[in-house]
């Protein structure tokens, strides 16, 4: 009976009842069992009827006193339980919240049913509100979540309901009381379910990752922008392409790439300081996203490269005015501190699906059309081609065909005689190098010159034609002894790491050369170039009595500055002046104000591309005093060299 009691009401009356009704039951039990028992033995032993009434009042009393004693220690024994219970209760609390508010988290405790929620003291105080400032129901502080987050908290919540998860676990941001937003993890645990297996109550905490979620957004930004210019970097940039490409797939819209490089940016480092390269790169940048849409991609490759993806542009028109809006943009005086910077830039432009569907051919077609861009004359546009793809072949093969040529021995040295324009002595020579390539025969320097500067593959060649010609000149000279020989060094030759000028110099002491045999011709642009290691090298080639000629001179950036800061012997005038000259035309014009000026400076002139006699008559009355061209010789191999200088050996004398 008891069991089935307990089965009926035990899950449905609250405990602290159930100790009451039992309590009840045991008073009514034994009164029943007193009256019951003691008013029976009373009639068999007492017939006296006041007697009777007598012994019923102390029976009575007894009652009270036996009673009142059980009833005492009952209810003593049911409280002593009862605050062990509270107690026990009170300890396991203090300890489940030191446990979860140890760590500096805010516990909250949801009973699901009521929507009611229990928030600590210190979740208020992570938030900034007063104890009783947030209503203290789950839909309050789902109100608190960042709009873009809700759904997020919301699908995590179900997901856990539904046993997705084996544990709650939720990112979002909450709003504090001062406007800001907390970025915060809440993990939680269901602690009662009905019999259905439906949640009743969960209970877990809020953690502030604000300064965790800050950081992990550095870290970000660091991998996927460029830290000068703000823009996306080039990883950020082929992950966009990628997208993009997809995208287009899937709605059949086109996606355009612009490869942008500027023109001549390394003078600016060069003359002005990196400091001041940086500024125009930042500045740059903020030009060009000004160009284009927000749902476009301005991104910085590195260096002066930059790269521009135009989604859905299927106007030719439209990509042209972007492209032209751009290259006048750039084009426009940027004003950095107390200088006035003038740049361009060569823009390659490359279309998905027409060019290709690969990010990497994209990329490869649109850098070949900006070069393509540079070759005709940057500050412009171009468009890829295929026969841009078969240019870059040809320079692949040629690349390929370049590194093998020195081991195989496929190069040749020449020598152009220079003449007294007095005399008509040769008293110098260039020596210039030709590549015999075993199947294509003989391949123009303009050609495999650049191609090899850009590989670095000029140090080392550069390294053998001067020992070439080194052993040559120390052979004439035992015929020749005045005879100067110069030698072409290029700019990367000098920025090289390899220090070939003290390598240079060793090699003539080796082979008993002076220096003043040997004349080394540079680029005005090198002039530009002045850093410590130029200086260095060019002041040791004058210590070790070597010459200097400045090759090409007016082509370049001419500066007086430049002529007066570096001890320089001869100026070559460049064949575009030369070879147009004619009495009072501006290009003979030019050619006399070079040679007044040079001779003033202290300098002798070497005039390149001299072809006609009138060409050399008018150069020698303008002062001029050495000349090199076709009207004396091509540069030929060594033996019709010797042929040369033995036709005028008779009148062969130094100046």
């Known amino acids: 009976m008891n069991k089935l009691f307990n089965q009926l009401f035990s899950k449905k009356i609250p405990k602290l009842d159930l100790i009451v009704l039992r309590i009840v039951g045991i008073y009514i039990a034994f009164g029943l069992l007193w009256i019951l028992t003691t008013d029976s033995a009373l009639f068999k032993l007492i017939t006296d009827h006041e007697e009777f009434s007598l012994f019923n009042t102390y029976k009575g009393v007894a009652f009270i006193l036996v009673t009142a004693v059980i009833l005492y220690s009952l209810f003593r024994q049911t409280l002593q339980q009862q605050k062990c219970i509270e107690e026990s209760l009170q300890a396991s609390e203090e300890r489940w919240k030191f446990a979860l508010e140890g760590s500096g988290d805010g516990v909250w405790d949801w009973d699901i049913p009521s929507d009611h929620v229990f928030r600590s003291s210190r979740w208020h105080e992570i938030y900034g509100y007063a104890e009783n400032e947030i209503a203290a129901t789950a839909t309050a502080g789902r109100e608190l979540v960042h709009p873009d987050d809700l759904a997020i908290l919301i699908g995590d919540v179900q997901n856990y309901f539904s046993g997705n998860n084996d544990v709650y676990i939720s990112e979002f941001r909450l709003r504090c009381k001062d406007g800001s937003w907390k970025w915060t993890l809440a993990r939680g645990m269901t602690v009662s379910r009905s019999k259905d297996g439906k949640p009743l109550r969960m209970i877990g905490t809020h953690t502030d990752i604000t300064n965790r979620k800050t950081s992990e957004a550095q870290v970000t930004h660091l991998a996927h922008y460029d830290q000068l210019t703000g823009l996306p970097n080039r990883v950020l940039f082929l992950d966009r392409f990628r997208q993009d490409i997809k995208k287009a797939q899937r709605t059949g819209q086109t996606v355009t790439l612009m490869f942008l490089d500027l023109d001549k940016f390394k003078e600016v480092n060069d003359s002005l300081g990196h400091d001041m390269g940086d500024m125009l790169l930042k500045n740059v940048a903020q030009r060009l996203e000004s160009c284009v849409r927000e749902s476009d991609t301005v991104a910085r490759m590195g260096g002066d490269e930059f790269t521009i993806i135009l989604n859905d542009m299927n106007s030719q028109i439209n990509i042209e005015r972007i492209a032209q809006d751009i290259l006048d943009k750039v084009t426009s005086p940027f004003h950095l501190g107390d200088e006035v910077i003038h740049v361009s830039t060569s823009i390659g432009i490359s279309n998905y699906p027409k060019d290709g569907s690969e990010v990497e051919l994209l990329l490869k077609n649109a850098d070949q059309a900006m070069y393509a861009a540079k070759e005709q004359g940057r500050n412009r546009f171009q468009y890829f081609t295929p026969i841009m793809q078969e240019e870059a072949l040809k320079r692949m093969r040629l690349i390929s065909d370049l590194w093998g040529a020195l081991n195989d021995n496929q190069f040749r040295v020449y020598y152009q005689p220079i003449v007294d324009l007095a005399t008509g002595a040769i008293y110098k020579a260039e020596a210039l190098i030709r590549w015999q390539h075993p199947t294509r025969g003989l391949v123009s320097p303009d050609e495999?010159?650049?191609?090899?500067?850009?590989?670095?593959?000029?140090?080392?060649?550069?390294?053998?034609?001067?020992?070439?010609?080194?052993?040559?000149?120390?052979?004439?000279?035992?015929?020749?002894?005045?005879?100067?020989?110069?030698?072409?060094?290029?700019?990367?030759?000098?920025?090289?790491?390899?220090?070939?000028?003290?390598?240079?110099?060793?090699?003539?002491?080796?082979?008993?050369?002076?220096?003043?045999?040997?004349?080394?011709?540079?680029?005005?642009?090198?002039?530009?170039?002045?850093?410590?290691?130029?200086?260095?090298?060019?002041?040791?080639?004058?210590?070790?009595?070597?010459?200097?000629?400045?090759?090409?001179?007016?082509?370049?950036?001419?500066?007086?500055?430049?002529?007066?800061?570096?001890?320089?012997?001869?100026v070559k005038i460049d064949r575009s002046f030369t070879s147009n000259i004619s009495p009072n035309s501006s290009d003979m014009v030019l050619c006399e104000a070079i040679i007044e000026m040079s001779h003033k400076l202290g300098m002798q002139v070497i005039a390149e591309g001299v072809e006609t006699h009138e060409q050399r008559d008018l150069l020698r009355n303008a002062g001029c005093d050495f000349a090199q061209g076709y009207l004396y010789s091509r540069p030929v191999m060594v033996d019709q060299f010797e042929n040369l200088l033995n036709a005028t050996q008779s009148n062969f004398s130094l100046n």
């Open 448 to 570: 495999f010159i650049p191609v090899a500067e850009d590989t670095g593959l000029i140090v080392d060649i550069g390294d053998w034609l001067f020992n070439e010609v080194a052993s040559q000149t120390a052979k004439w000279k035992q015929h020749y002894p005045n005879l100067q020989v110069s030698v072409n060094k290029s700019p990367v030759q000098f920025r090289s790491v390899h220090d070939n000028c003290t390598n240079w110099i060793e090699q003539l002491k080796l082979l008993g050369l002076s220096g003043d045999s040997f004349i080394v011709e540079i680029t005005e642009g090198l002039l530009l170039d002045a850093r410590e290691s130029v200086i260095n090298q060019l002041n040791a080639f004058r210590e070790a009595g070597i010459k200097v000629a400045i090759d090409d001179f007016g082509t370049g950036y001419s500066s007086l500055a430049y002529l007066r800061r570096f001890d320089i012997d001869y």
